[in-house]
């Protein structure tokens, strides 16, 4: 991936806190939802509670895709990432604590949770992309990509 591409992509999961994220239910549809998330560089974090369907669908088949975009007042000028992945939870208690203190860095209004997290009943999770692992990025057809709207039909 070229430095230009990686700094917009950077930029884009600086600037959001929220992404809608696919998984896919035992029926094979879809399901979209919304969560909020926070990053470090390409790391992304976002919690969910663990008898959601959102965290039914990815224990039993943890691809994801996800979606993060602006809210343009032009169809033409909407700018986005969409990125496939594997969501995993995070276990590691330095690498959890540190992506809890991103979110609440991203989310200064919360002003408490209702306890300790992560926990049993909300896990933390990360995305990996599909395309490549965390210490080598490149372009492919399912993994970081930013993108436009396409020219009208």
Known sequence: MDDISRRKIQALLDQHRTMRIATLRPDGWPQVTTVGYANDGFAIYFLCGKDSQKAFN???????????????????EITGLSMAARAEVVNDPVEGEKA??????????????????????????????????????????????????PAPC
């Open 58 to 76: 990815l224990t039993r088949d943890n691809r994801a895709s996800l979606a993060i975009d602006d809210d343009a007042s032009q169809v033409m």
């Open 100 to 149: 809890l203190r991103l979110l609440f860095q991203r989310y200064p209004e919360q002003k408490s949770m209702p306890g300790p997290l992560p926990t049993d009943a909300i896990p933390l999770w990360t995305l990996v992309p599909n395309s490549a692992d965390r210490r080598r990025w490149r372009p492919s057809a399912y993994g970081w990509k930013p993108w436009r709207a």
